[in-house]
């Protein structure tokens, strides 16, 4: 029987887990998943997140482990720590890599920070193939970002760089989880979406949608459903999401001159909703000797999967 070489992808969410087997080419052989709100403590978590690995390797010796990546908030590539992340239920600093060495000993462990892993799977597996010079956009739950210059994904000297979400728009704005103030996470985020629909309906009194859905019940996607419905408050709280991101993508572009900037996660879904102002606003803030020249795309993975394979590639591209 032939052996085929896989690496496991693992991408750690707030609320779930997923856990793939990629092969060498990025192909998903298999998908596992575990619950991650459901551990009190980080080292229950990793052994369960161990036992499943082991567990599907016992009964598929058609395969040989080689090796695990796993994307993480605030993932240090560096120290392979998971450090003060705001959104998962384990606070400080979480030895991820030694955790799981000691539950699969004599496997190769490599961390890095979520939005880093999906950066790297645009990079090897998706719309970024060839380009030395990106950057990567996740908009979800919050605002990550995966920067690439030359070739190389940017950590900085303690792991940490590359944090958009976090760079400021309005220092007297909306309070962060990170602690300060006007954070871009907070505006262009999923949540932050909800926040601009809350004070769009307390100032707007028009007729709208999301008026029939409890205040505490709205999401980005029911915001997104009513914009495609042609829901003018809608609409215009996409307008006010993309102006926002588009003034920060400009200044970001000052910094590292990207070929392209890819836009990933659930917000993303609203498609030309979202993109066309998005377009509109970050073309007007560029400074002049970047107009034109930098593409403004959606990521061209899967959305379920880009994180995963992103991990699995920090393992074939990095070990």
């Known amino acids: ?83 003060f992340a705001p959104n998962l239920k384990w606070q400080g600093v979480i030895k991820v890599t030694e955790i799981m060495q000691n539950f699969l000993p004599g496997i190769p462990v490599v961390l890095t920070n979520d939005a880093n892993a999906a950066a790297l799977g645009e990079k090897y597996y998706g719309s970024a193939s060839g380009k030395k010079d990106f950057i990567l956009i996740t908009l979800g739950t919050g605002v990550g970002s995966g920067i690439v210059v030359n070739d190389q994904l940017v950590y900085g000297h303690d792991g940490f760089a590359g944090e958009i979400g976090h760079t400021i728009y309005d220092p007297e704005g909306r309070q962060c989880g990170c602690g300060r103030r006007g954070c871009l996470e907070t505006y262009a985020s999923a949540s932050g979406m909800v926040r601009s629909a809350y004070e769009f309906l307390e100032k707007d009194k028009r007729d709208s949608l999301l008026r ?82 930098i593409g403004l795309e959606f990521s061209g993975l899967p959305q379920n999967d880009a994180a995963v394979l992103g991990s699995a590639a920090l393992v074939n591209h990095t070990l």
């Open 1 to 83: 029987m032939s052996i085929t070489n896989v690496v496991c992808g693992i991408d750690i969410g707030g609320t779930n887990t997923s856990i793939g087997i990629v092969d060498r080419d990025g192909s998903i052989l298999d998908r596992m998943r575990v619950g991650t709100r459901q551990f009190d403590h980080a080292e229950a978590y990793f052994k369960q997140v161990a036992d499943v690995i082991q567990l599907f390797f016992k009964s598929h010796s058609e395969y040989k482990l080689c090796g695990i990546g796993i994307g993480a908030p605030n993932g240090n590539f560096y120290t392979g720590n998971i450090e």
């Open 212 to 293: 029939d859905i409890k205040k505490e019940e709205i999401t980005a996607a029911h915001i997104g459903d009513a914009a495609a419905k042609g829901d003018e408050l809608a609409l215009n709280i996409f307008d006010y999401t993309a102006k926002i991101l588009g003034i920060k993508l400009a200044d970001a572009v000052a910094h590292t001159s990207p070929s392209t900037i890819y836009i990933f996660g659930g917000v993303a879904n609203a498609g030309d909703i979202l993109m066309k102002p998005l377009k509109r606003y970050f073309n007007e803030y560029l400074l002049t000797i970047f107009k034109d020249k």
